[in-house]
């Protein structure tokens, strides 16, 4: 489940963040980090930009932190402004005339080196794999298999995030594992090289 | 014949399944192994490895959470004015409005801000009517003068922030067939478009007049 859910930050922390004190602000940074930046890179594989929004996230994070009340997990709340944010760039006119080159995403996706750390040397070639695939999906069927799957977001919050129906997302969920089970199957989708989609 | 994907994903996930699909799914050889498929597929996507953000991000961050904030401070007047030119602007519209409704077709082409169509009962409106007044509006906007090469900061954040909403609800609106969009649902989102390309023109207009000011 959802590893942004599971993060325990203490409540004195939160508080002297609240008052803007740098240190509670890094150690925040420091437990919140690595799940923050996984949900990015997931929804959003291309790493600059992942790096943009991940940053943005934590500036807003931080500055906003005193709209956390405490009610619901404090993971919760900071996967939402993440979310909101990938959500956001998703919406963006950039990202917008980016999708229109590849609108159904069934252009053949460019090859892409790895980057250090994520070749099979480093993780199991299963999940190599998996990623390598999870990466080449369509940016909005990406986000609801790893929203759903992962995060474990009902199809009507995705819905609701989306601005679009519960049937919506369950119909790019059901699309996602097709897909999925295709290039995970088909050697002659050449999963040995890198293939990421062309639009995030 | 066999279940279907979004069958399997149902029963994976616990939701409400028809019994008769479930009787088959547990029956099926081939339906449950593919269910197992889903279900190791979903338990190996939560095990992907963690990534750890580039190492010198916390920098950029702190970098980001000052310098802005000195930034905001000496914003805060320039917004403020925006506000109040925008209020004023705004307002010119309105009396325009006034004007035309005296004499429409003189004033049209002198004030481009102004035509958008009086709001009709927005629970019936053909959502053709609003695609038209939307193609209306973009007529009005393509004729005023491009935005300038130097402009304001709020004006331009202002125009960005509409312009983008614009183009999600085009994203929504291209999309609707395969999202199977009720007529309701269609029209609130051309009605919400008409009302951004208004406020949109009326941005545009104020900035192409600011001389005015």
């Given at each position: 489940m959802s590893q942004l859910l599971a993060i325990e930050v203490p409540p004195e922390v939160i508080e002297a963040a609240r008052a803007g004190e740098s240190v509670a602000h890094e150690t925040i940074y420091r437990c919140c980090q690595r799940p923050v930046y996984t949900l990015i890179r997931r929804l959003i594989p291309r790493a600059a930009i992942a790096d943009e929004l991940f940053q943005e996230t934590f500036v807003e994070i931080l500055r906003s932190i005193r709209t956390y009340t405490g009610e619901g997990s404090f993971g919760g709340w900071v996967r939402a402004i993440a979310v909101n944010k990938c959500l956001a760039y998703l919406r963006s006119p950039w990202h917008r005339s980016l999708l229109r080159l590849d609108p159904d995403g069934s252009e053949?996706?460019?090859?892409?080196?790895?980057?250090?750390?994520?070749?099979?040397e480093a993780q199991t070639q299963a999940s190599a794999d998996l990623e390598r695939a999870l990466a080449s999906l369509p940016p909005l069927t990406r986000t609801v298999v790893w929203l759903h799957d992962v995060e474990g977001y009902t199809h009507t919050e995705i819905g609701r995030l989306l601005g679009r129906t519960t049937s919506f997302s369950k119909s790019q969920l059901s699309r996602a594992h097709e897909r999925l089970r295709e290039l995970l199957d088909d050697p002659s989708e050449s999963l040995s090289c890198t293939h990421v989609s062309t639009i995030c | 014949m066999h279940a279907r994907l979004d069958h399997l994903l149902s029963r994976r996930d616990g939701e409400p399944l028809d019994a008769v699909i479930s009787a088959h799914i547990e029956q099926c050889p081939s339906c449950s192994a593919r269910l197992q498929d889903l279900v190791r597929c979903r338990a190996q996507l939560r095990s992907l490895p963690q990534k750890d953000a580039p190492e010198s991000s916390w920098e950029r961050i702190q970098a980001r959470l000052t310098a802005p904030e000195e930034r905001r401070s000496r914003g805060g007047l320039v917004a403020g004015l925006a506000l109040v030119v925008l209020a004023t602007?705004?307002?010119?519209?309105?009396?325009?409005?006034?004007?035309?409704?005296?004499?429409?077709?003189?004033?049209?082409?002198?004030?481009?801000?102004?035509?958008?169509?009086?709001?009709?009962?927005?629970?019936?409106?053909?959502v053709m009517e609003l695609v038209a007044q939307s193609q209306e509006l973009e007529h009005l906007l393509q004729a005023l003068p491009e935005r300038p090469h130097i402009e304001r900061v709020s004006t331009a954040a202002t125009i960005d922030a509409i312009e983008q909403r614009i183009q999600w609800l085009d994203w929504q609106l291209s999309y609707a067939p395969d999202a199977g969009l009720s007529e309701e649902q269609a029209r609130q989102l051309w009605r919400e478009r008409v009302e951004l390309m208004d406020s949109l023109v009326k941005v545009r207009y104020a900035q192409a007049h600011r001389t005015w000011f």
């Open positions: 053949p996706a460019p090859v892409m080196l790895l980057e250090p750390g994520s070749g099979p | 602007v705004l307002v010119v519209a309105v009396r325009d409005d006034r004007d035309r409704v005296a004499d429409t077709e003189s004033t049209r082409s002198v004030s481009p801000a102004v035509a958008t169509p009086q709001t009709p009962d927005p629970e019936t409106e053909p």
